[in-house]
């Protein structure tokens, strides 16, 4: 049974806290009793009353990642979990690469976010406890575009199997969530282009729907969570059942 009270005094860190995404994640743990500590790349967007501590930074200044990185651990602690959500991606097939787009959607979705999380992670080992999950994609376990992003989120899924199975015996569990198209605002720009894309977006999945933001925050919170203390090194899928299977050969090539 979930309990509001299921975060009670933990401190939970959340990137890209003020996206569509991050601001559903810090809800829905923020209502189960956690203090958050809210990450993102200006203070506009950590305004949300739910955050009870704001840094600022870009995923793609280092310089700025190890400067918060101190910041963060001497005004808030070691926290008890760490969301690594903020993500970005624009590059949507191989004929849109550049060697700048490759190395900004590398840097953004994979080094930035091991270069935060590497430190805070390791603080939780020396500390013996911690919950870590990372929001990943449907397109690291199977190609759906956006190739350097793809590349960048199977990394992610990578890094946190190594933290899995280093770290374990330290207290310190690793998972991944891997959502499929999530109806926020990061598909306006596909909206503005094509009106009836997410008619024909629905027709790929199984649900006959995409998720939406709280359903892969309650993923987000149960892995994080005591009620997953036995997983770890996991990679689940919350797309309305896109990765199970093809749904359109069913529709078109068997004719069910």
């Given amino acids: 049974m979930v309990s509001r009270a299921d975060f009670e005094g933990k401190t939970v860190v959340v990137t890209g806290a003020g996206g569509g995404l991050g601001s559903a994640i810090v809800e829905l743990m923020a209502e189960r009793g956690a203090r958050i500590i809210g990450c993102d790349q200006s203070t506009e967007a950590l305004a949300g009353p739910h955050i009870a501590s704001r840094h600022v930074f870009n995923l793609l200044d280092r310089a700025s990642i190890e400067a918060a990185i101190p910041a963060l651990l001497d005004k808030d ?5 760490l969301i690594n959500n903020a993500g970005w991606t624009r590059a949507e097939t191989l004929n849109a690469l550049t060697a700048d787009k490759i ?6 979705n994979l080094t930035g976010v091991m270069t935060f999380a590497d430190p805070l992670i390791k603080a939780m080992s020396k500390r013996g406890s911690g919950s870590v999950v990372f929001i990943s994609s449907v397109n690291a376990i199977a190609h759906f575009g956006n190739p350097a992003y793809a590349a960048a989120k199977a990394g992610i899924n990578a890094y946190a199997k190594s933290i899995a199975v280093e770290l374990g015996r330290s ?4 998972n991944v969530v891997c959502p499929g198209s999530i109806r926020t605002a990061a598909w306006d ?8 894309i997410l008619g024909r977006l629905k027709r790929l999945y199984p649900l006959g729907r995409i998720v939406n933001a709280s359903e892969v925050a309650e993923a987000v919170a149960f892995l994080a969570s005591d009620r997953a ?3 770890t090194g996991a990679a689940v899928p919350v797309d309305a059942g896109l990765t199970a299977g093809y749904l ?3 529709d078109d090539i068997l004719g069910t």
């Fill in 171 to 174: 207290g310190v569990r690793a």
């Fill in 189 to 196: 720009h596909r909206l503005a282009k094509d009106p009836e």
């Fill in 248 to 250: 359109p050969f069913i």
């Fill in 229 to 231: 203390s036995g997983i």
């Fill in 77 to 81: 602690g070691v926290p008890d979990i």
């Fill in 103 to 108: 190395e900004q959607e590398l840097g953004l």
